[in-house]
T-cell receptor
Framework: AQTVTQSQPEMSVQEAETVTLSCTYD???????LFWYKQPPSRQMILVIR??????QNATENRFSVNFQKAAKSFSLKISDSQLGDTAMYFC??????????????FGGGTRLMVKP | KAGVTQTPRYLIKTRGQQVTLSCSPI?????VSWYQQTPGQGLQFLFE???????NKGNFPGRFSGRQFSNSRSEMNVSTLELGDSALYLC?????????????FGPGTRLTVL
């Protein structure tokens, strides 16, 4: 079984600054996908970024980037130039890469991020 | 393309009743997954349907069931409702079953059990 842990229940950051959200996971699988999802107060969950475990290069999407440390089973999300619209719950999620896993995601407990003006 | 839609958005039921929630995936998406979100347990996987067949099931009692129709629309049913079933129920759709495809989430159905 896989577990995903987010050790920071709440964080805050000033607008335009940088913030890093932490995520660790536990799995015996060698190939898997890791995700960061954002859930704004409107509740619609949105994919922020995805990382394939077989890729050594860290994924980036505009102001969002990850620090993926496979050996340490760590997957942190860095948000640069924070904007008010980044205020949301952020969930780290995992799914194994074998076919039967399908789209079954295991989520962490979430980090509530508040961006302050 | 229209996004994932879920109906109803809000629902109030009493203990012992049953409820059916509906999810319409994005056109062309064949996989639909369901998740339960509560403050205490967080986000938990319920089940996944693909081509009208349940492919995976989470650790939930048999009171939770679902199905998928030929047009990929999915329903989940909860029988004999308990107070602890109060939650936000999210569905997500994607084109295929592999994790390489993005899952798109609906707005959720907020179920309150009194």
């Amino acid at each position: 079984a896989q577990t995903v842990t987010q050790s920071q229940p709440e964080m805050s950051v000033q607008e335009a600054e940088t913030v890093t959200l932490s995520c660790t996971y536990d799995t015996s699988e060698n190939n898997y996908y890791l995700f960061w999802y954002k859930q704004p107060p409107s509740r619609q969950m949105i994919l922020v970024i995805r990382q394939e475990a077989y890729k050594q290069q860290n994924a980036t999407e505009n102001r969002f980037s990850v620090n993926f440390q496979k050996a340490a089973k760590s997957f942190s999300l860095k948000i640069s130039d924070s904007q008010l619209g980044d205020t949301a719950m952020y969930f780290c999620a995992f799914t194994p890469m074998y076919n039967n896993a399908g789209n079954m995601l295991t989520f962490g407990g979430g980090t509530r991020l508040m961006v302050k003006p | 393309k229209a996004g994932v839609t879920q109906t109803p958005r809000y629902l109030i039921k009493t203990r012992g009743q049953q409820v059916t929630l509906s999810c319409s995936p994005i056109s062309g998406h064949r996989s639909v997954s369901w998740y339960q979100q509560t403050p205490g347990q967080g986000l938990q996987f319920l089940f996944e349907y693909f081509s009208e067949t349940q492919r995976n099931k989470g650790n939930f009692p048999g009171r939770f069931s679902g199905r998928q129709f030929s047009n990929s629309r999915s329903e989940m049913n909860v029988s004999t409702l308990e107070l602890g079933d109060s939650a936000l129920y999210l569905c997500a759709s994607s084109p295929t079953r592999g994790g390489q495809d993005t899952q798109y989430f609906g707005p959720g159905t907020r179920l309150t059990v009194l």
